[in-house]
């Protein structure tokens, strides 16, 4: 039966994360990218399909589990009636050998350990051949190897490993399992205690880097953390979050691979990140925008690969049963070929971003923008799919004429300050083109709110978005009015959908969770709106839907009281400190 996605907590090396369980089972893990095949993938099947479990054979009460300070190093804590142990978690930062480290340490007592590895190549397909080492194992298949080092002595049979081990009070059994290309030499095996170290230090001097000290401080920060979880060392690409196919509804087939970047997410990322502190990041994704969309911005995707891939093709893995049953599992995503407006808008927000906080550009940057901003200004009545991809046909959607504003709200801008008034001039003229017609034909005062697009009347949480990049102050009858309908409206126990799925006409079944990034969103627009207290109460109360470690998924279903979707999600944790920089503004 699968966990709750609340259980798993988030380790990583700026490569690839795993997902581990309160009780000490881990379940997802790609290597050597996020978007790699699985070698465990528990999470979307059962252990079979790959799993590390490392835990006392006998425990009592729930296993208490934390970060150790800024870092993204796990430690889980058991009681067991004759002492007490516990499991270090981290995966050290090896560019070319993804490597998880796992470290029993006995606190008092003496504490009986027990393990269980099952390794399983591309996603829970490929047994390995693995055979005994001096101090371990090596499991080798295709392409991919893996080698687990330990003290402690391994039995393998029936495709899988096990160990059962004492540790007595301030004893420490570690273990180390490593990833290499089956054409390159085994790894060199390293000290675990100065690993630890190495790790404590290159985190918690990551995390001095932050700026922000407003209210919440604590989870913010470890939001922050997770955002720079979800960023691809190698290449600066940011992911939208690193798991594939949790679904939105239990049951239902809304399963979607999030393993790659988006430009959307990307960039409110960037834009979070640069806004308390954290410049390496943006640097490094603006390079890598560079190199992705080169070209024609005609070929401009919303989703690229880790390395600014361009094709992403969708296909299903049949023989997982998804998380809880909830088929098809699906690797690529063929919303990659989807036009989406709105994409414009938001790269140039965040390069402008950028620049306000004093990462300066350079002439590639600025030649970008232009073709970006020139391509928007001729094509901007354009249909599209929209922020939320719907599998339908294109519409004009409000969101996307509001972030084609911003677009060239943003180009001209800076054209002006650079003394380029010729471009100004021409993009502020399309840009004051779009807003009117997105207030005439964008705003239905029968529904009493900015709606999903110009030929409907159905509410979209999207349009949240209005007051927060500029496009109508935050007081303006208009927004009140909107933020109010959109409050009783579109939100299901006090949480914000994304709209009525009921709605779309995209073809798919089932329903879906309220929708974080929407709530967060309302929480800000409440703030700028002047309404602190109940904008601060719904933040309080999105704040407890935080697993026990901070982590948030993609969605909440308020009456399960579960976490759905892809986890953690960049969207969620981008919203919760924009929405915490709001209320440290708006006080």
Not at 1 to 18: K, N, Q
Not at 189 to 200: G, H, L, P
Not at 459 to 480: C, E, H, K, W, Y
Request: aromatic share 10%; proline share 5%; with cysteine.
């Amino acid at each position: 039966m699968s966990r709750p996605i609340e259980d798993y907590a988030l380790i990583g090396d700026t490569h690839t994360v795993a997902l581990v369980t309160r009780d000490g089972d881990i379940d997802w893990l790609c290597v050597p990218r996020f978007d790699s095949g699985s070698v465990f993938a528990a999470l979307l099947g059962d252990e079979s399909n790959g799993q590390w479990s490392l835990r006392p054979t006998d425990y009592t009460g729930v296993p208490q589990r934390s970060y150790l300070g800024d870092t993204l190093i796990l430690t889980t804590e058991y009681t067991t009636p004759t002492g007490r142990a516990r499991v270090i978690d981290l995966m050290p930062h090896r560019k070319n050998h993804p490597t998880l480290v796992r470290l029993v340490e006995c606190i008092e007592g003496e504490v009986t350990m027990q393990t269980f590895l099952r390794l399983r190549f591309d996603y829970g397909w490929v047994v390995p051949w693995v055979t005994a080492i001096d101090g371990g194992l090596h499991a080798v298949a295709g392409p991919d190897a893996l080698v687990l080092r330990t003290p402690i002595e391994l039995d393998s049979h029936n495709q899988h490993t096990e160990a059962t081990f004492t540790v007595k009070s301030g004893e420490r059994v570690p273990f180390v399992l490593a990833w290499h290309s089956a054409t390159k030499p085994v790894p060199h095996a390293f000290d675990v205690d100065d690993a630890i170290a190495t790790a404590v230090t290159r985190w918690e001097s990551w995390s001095a880097q932050c700026t922000y000290d407003g209210p919440y401080r604590e989870q913010v920060m470890r939001s922050l953390l997770t955002l720079k979880a979800l960023t691809y060392e190698p290449s600066g690409g940011i992911v939208a979050a690193p798991t594939t196919s949790l679904p939105e509804v239990i049951g239902g087939e809304r399963n979607w691979d999030y393993r790659y970047t988006w430009l959307r997410d990307a960039s409110f990322t960037l834009d979070t990140l640069v806004q308390t502190g954290f410049q390496a990041e943006a640097r490094s994704w603006r390079a890598w925008l560079l190199r992705a969309i080169a070209g024609d911005p005609a070929q401009l995707q919303i989703m690229y690969g880790l390395e600014g891939e361009r094709r992403l093709p969708e296909y299903t893995l049949e023989w997982l049963r998804g998380y809880a049953d909830s088929a098809p599992v699906r690797v690529g995503n063929g919303a990659a070929s989807q036009m989406q407006l709105d994409v414009y808008g938001e790269v140039l927000d965040a390069l402008s971003t950028s620049r306000i906080t004093h990462l300066e550009g350079d002439e590639s940057t600025w030649k970008l923008e232009c073709a970006l901003a020139d391509w928007i200004a001729e094509h901007w009545t354009t249909k599209d799919n929209g922020i939320w991809e719907v599998r339908g046909e294109p519409q004009d959607f409000t969101y996307s004429k509001v972030m084609s504003w911003v677009a060239l709200d943003r180009a001209a801008t800076h054209a002006q300050s650079i003394g380029d008034t010729e471009r100004a001039r021409h993009w502020r003229e399309i840009a004051d083109q779009i807003h009117a017609q997105t207030c005439a034909e964008g705003y239905d005062p029968h529904v009493g709110s900015f709606v999903q697009s110009f030929t409907s009347s159905v509410l979209d949480a999207s349009t949240l978005q209005i007051p927060l990049v500029g496009f109508l102050p935050a007081n303006d009858p208009r927004v009140v009015s909107m933020v109010d309908t959109i409050e009783r409206e579109l939100t299901r126990d006090g949480f914000v959908l994304r709209y009525h799925t009921d709605t779309t006409g995209d073809g798919l079944s089932g329903d879906e969770g309220s929708f974080l990034l929407c709530s967060f969103w309302l929480v800000t627009a409440m703030a700028m709106g002047g309404r602190r207290d109940d904008a601060v109460a719904l933040f309080e109360r999105l704040l407890n839907l935080c697993n026990d470690v901070g982590l948030l998924a993609e969605e909440y279903d308020p009456h399960e009281k579960r976490l759905l979707g892809n986890f953690p999600q960049a969207f969620s944790h981008v919203g919760l400190v924009q929405a915490a920089l709001a209320l440290s503004i708006h006080d």
